[in-house]
């Protein structure tokens, strides 16, 4: 098994640029969740999915969105970017919502 | 919302014992236990539930006490390969995700 695999893993974006992060998983979870990391600030939920066409928002959705068509793919979908989304990004799934998460490798975003 | 991680950091020397604490100001049902190696994705490490269960993983237990919305993560004898910051996420009840702290940095030096 792959486990949760992220792609890209580096991405320089301008200032009003959209992109898709792209997040994958094979362990057939019900659960995949995207959050964000600053130094200092933790992990921070921006969407989560408790399934195949449900998603909902997190603690810092402004400015992402999200859909789950398939149960494997969990995309990011940034609209505009700014400056202030510059961040690592995680993508997690787990069985449940309840359950150990299991963390992809993480994509490392920079908006100039 | 997020809970608090205290301490922030910690320097130990290989073989000491170090403890770190998660506490919420919200009503828990399960406290999760991460560590992230700098550059690298978290890795879970334990979940303790609602009912005061201590959890281990060979020298490393942690235990939940859900009426002090606590808990707390100890690190006995300590190796190098524990360096890292440490990530408690808490499941809250009524709420479908988990709220994480802001990290405890653990250095472990020869």
């Known amino acids: 098994n792959a486990g949760v695999t992220q792609t890209p893993k580096f991405q320089v974006l301008k200032t009003g640029q959209s992109m898709t992060l792209q997040c994958a998983q094979d362990?057939?979870?019900?659960?995949m969740s995207w959050y964000r990391q600053d130094p200092g600030m933790g992990l921070r939920l921006i969407h989560y999915?408790?399934?195949?066409?449900?998603?909902d928002q997190g603690e810092v959705p402004n400015g992402y969105n999200v859909s789950r068509s398939t149960t494997e793919d969990f995309p990011l979908r940034l609209l505009s970017a700014a400056p202030s989304q510059t961040s690592v990004y995680f993508c997690?799934?787990?069985?449940?919502?309840?359950?150990?998460?299991?963390f992809g490798p993480g994509t490392r975003l920079t908006v100039t | 919302q997020q809970p608090v991680q205290s301490p922030q950091a910690v320097i130990l020397r290989e073989g000491e014992d170090a403890v770190i604490n998660c506490s919420s100001s919200k009503a828990l049902y399960s406290v999760h236990w991460y560590r992230q190696k700098h550059g690298e994705a978290p890795v879970f490490l334990m979940i303790l539930l609602k009912g005061g269960e201590q959890k281990g993983h060979e020298k490393i237990s942690a235990s939940f006490n859900e009426k002090k919305q606590q808990s707390s993560l100890y690190l006995t004898a300590s190796q190098l390969s524990y360096s890292g910051t440490y990530f408690c996420g808490t499941g809250r009840t009524g709420a479908n995700n988990l709220f994480f702290g802001t990290g405890t940095r653990l250095t472990v030096i020869p």
């Open positions: 999915s408790v399934g195949a066409g449900i998603t």
């Open positions: 997690a799934s787990s069985y449940r919502q309840k359950y150990e998460q299991y």
């Open positions: 362990m057939n979870h019900e659960y």
